[in-house]
């Protein structure tokens, strides 16, 4: 046993011995290889923060009623992954504390004295942290009874402060969000911080709700704690502002009919389900792969999901998580020879190694063309041709719920376009002209992972980057 002193003057016991016996079930580790894990030293300053970020979700997502605290390190290491994920095994014991509304773990929650009813637990966690953007995620828990021991236990130190309750409205709409979407935060400070972006973000969705010239809804979002710039850095993709710099594709054959009224290729089974990117701007890869299955469908009759990783590992002409280009993107695809399904290569939302293997191609293209600028000439297009690649501005879709979507001009320069989506069709919902937009923000953005864009005024640059693959 070694015992140390930490900054609120509270012990830390770390059982060295488990150091070596591990407990986790991934052993083995070989110490000097890069991104191998490293035994952690005990004043490891994200050591601490790391294991308050586990005991605040642990204790959000287990069902008793009382909160539970960390009694005792029984070993921990780390390893550098895009960021740091930090393996800890600990022993959590109950307190005498309630759960309540906010969920405030403090020090003054003393453990239960007798053994029984602390019913100690050995946990097995995981965070992963990624520093410069200050974004913690519990990977990894595995709870079970201890057996049973009658060691002292001692307590983790804690720098939370109270928060200040001055708007219970906004304190429940705001926890109703973090449960809803499962937002958690390493301190106080960051919660405090993210109450305030999400009390901004509050007044931006009425503002955007007060001046939309549609039916669309704004309102609280998964996105609703992000400042802007944050979900623009997280979800967006700088690229395709200097969409003026890709390369000139073949202007597409103009379609031989004029557009129907309405047309809906999720009607006509080209349309694969909603995906989601996660936490990386590989949007123009669910764009360009979301196409590719259309015209695949529309030549074979056969509808596949077709993989995004494979364009974040192996397009070297785009940036992976920085953002893409459709453009390159198709020429990535025809150099490579074809795309993998989805199953074969699936998404991991970061950059790997190319694992690309050509005996799995299961879909290829030929060529790519680019759509004229007219949205009527678009409509044709896609109603002759399949779902398209476009782009647009992406700012009212942080705070979108629901309904058509006409945000004013001003929050939607045509010149700012930095999201790629696939319109899968378009048509009129009373009385307003729209766009089906499939996003790739999961199922639980919008309407089911749907967005609705007003279409007739060029909004939001929508006409300014459509595009298609050509399967021959
Ligand atoms: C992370 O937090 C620190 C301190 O709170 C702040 O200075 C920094 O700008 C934040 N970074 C991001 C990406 O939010
Ligand atoms: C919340 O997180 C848990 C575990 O981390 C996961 O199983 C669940 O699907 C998540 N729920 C939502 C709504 O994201
Ligand atoms: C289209 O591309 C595939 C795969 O590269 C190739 O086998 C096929 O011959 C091409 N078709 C035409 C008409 O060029």
């Not at 499962?182 to 999400?198: D, G, V």
Request: net charge negative.
């Amino acid at each position: 046993m070694m015992e140390l002193s930490l900054s609120r003057c509270l012990v830390l016991v770390v059982c060295v011995s488990s150091l070596v016996s591990g407990h986790d079930d991934n052993d083995g580790y070989t110490a000097g290889a890069p991104g191998a894990p490293v035994r952690l030293s005990e004043s490891d300053p994200g050591l601490l923060s790391a294991l308050r970020f586990a005991e605040e979700r642990y204790n959000m997502l287990s069902n008793g009623m009382h909160i539970r605290r960390i009694s005792k390190i029984l070993s921990a290491t780390k390893q550098l992954v895009k960021g740091v994920k930090y393996s800890i095994t600990v022993e959590t014991g109950r307190t005498l504390c309630k759960k309540s509304a906010e969920l405030q773990i403090t020090e003054d929650c003393e453990f239960f004295q007798e053994s029984h009813k602390q019913k100690t637990e050995v946990c097995l966690f995981e965070v992963w942290n990624i520093p410069w953007e200050n974004k913690s995620t519990l990977l990894k828990q595995k709870c079970q009874p201890a057996p049973t021991e009658t060691k002292k236990v001692v307590r983790v130190p804690l720098t939370h402060d109270k928060p200040t309750k001055e708007n219970v409205d906004l304190l429940m709409q705001f926890k109703d969000f973090m449960v809803k979407y499962n937002r958690t935060y390493s301190s106080q400070e960051e919660a405090e911080k993210r109450l305030r972006i999400f009390q901004q973000n509050l007044k931006t969705a009425q503002t955007l709700q007060d001046l939309d010239q549609g039916t669309a809804e704004y309102g609280v979002t998964k996105f609703s704690d992000l400042t802007e710039d944050e979900f623009r850095m997280m979800y967006l993709n700088p690229m395709l502002s200097q969409w003026t710099l890709q390369k000139q594709m073949k202007p597409a054959a103009p379609p031989s009919q004029a557009a129907p009224d309405s047309w809906d290729w999720r009607e006509h089974g080209a349309v694969s389900s909603v995906k989601n990117q996660g936490f990386c701007g590989s949007c123009w890869a669910f764009s360009v792969t979301g196409n590719i299955e259309g015209q695949w469908f529309k030549k074979t009759g056969q509808l596949l999901s077709l993989s995004e990783q494979e364009l974040v590992d192996c397009d070297k002409l785009d940036q992976a998580c920085g953002g893409g280009l459709p453009s390159n993107a198709y020429e990535a695809i025809e150099n490579l020879g074809g795309l993998e399904t989805e199953t074969d290569y699936s998404y991991t939302g970061h950059k790997q190694g190319c694992e690309f293997t050509a005996g799995k191609v299961v879909a290829y293209i030929n060529s790519s063309v680019e759509l004229p600028k007219d949205e009527k000439d678009i409509a044709a297009w896609l109603a002759e041709n399949g779902p398209v690649s476009a782009a647009l501005n992406a700012f009212a879709m942080q705070f979108y719920k629901k309904g058509v979507s006409h945000p004013l001009k001003i929050f939607c320069n045509p010149w700012m376009i930095d999201h790629a989506v696939l319109l899968v069709g378009y048509g009129e919902r009373n009385g307003a002209p729209f766009w089906a937009i499939k996003n790739s923000w999961g199922e639980d953005y919008g309407e089911q992972g749907y967005y609705y864009l007003y279409r007739g005024s060029n909004l939001c640059g929508i006409n300014k980057m459509c595009s298609s693959a050509v399967v021959n």
